[in-house]
């Protein structure tokens, strides 16, 4: 079992950039796959990014597509998010998910571990 602790999350002009953190604790990081969602207020939660457990495959949404970038350290046990021209429709709180699967991380399904989340908000 992966917990997971996000971090990063802030207010930013929109054009800017922030850098969201996902801490797992947990001996088995490494195997696991991870992502990224995110939910805006009235809206589903939906898919950001995905990464498998060696780094060497990611998937994006098409909404994030260029401007994001996810990464991983399985030594520091820590996945990234660099999200780069943010604009106002990125508002909204992220949270960090972790699975053996690269379909569960991309899909969410049958995943009921979300931690808090971290609020980014970026202004027009």
Do not use: H
Not at 35 to 44: D, L, S, T, V, Y
């Amino acid at each position: 079992q992966v917990q997971l602790v996000e971090s990063g999350g802030g207010v930013v002009q929109a054009g800017g950039s922030l850098r969201l953190s996902c801490t797992a604790s947990g001996r088995t990081f490494s195997s696991y796959c991870m992502g990224w969602f995110r939910q805006a207020r009235g809206k589903e939660r939906e898919f950001v990014a995905s990464i498998s457990w060696s780094g060497g495959d990611t998937y994006y949404a098409d909404t994030v597509e260029g401007r994001c970038t996810i990464s991983r350290d399985n030594a520091k046990k820590e996945m990234y998010l660099q999200m780069n021209s943010l604009k106002p429709e990125d508002t909204a709180v992220y949270y960090c998910i972790a699975d053996p699967s690269m379909i569960v991380v991309t899909t969410g399904t049958n995943f009921d571990s979300w931690g808090q989340g971290t609020q980014v908000t970026v202004l027009s």
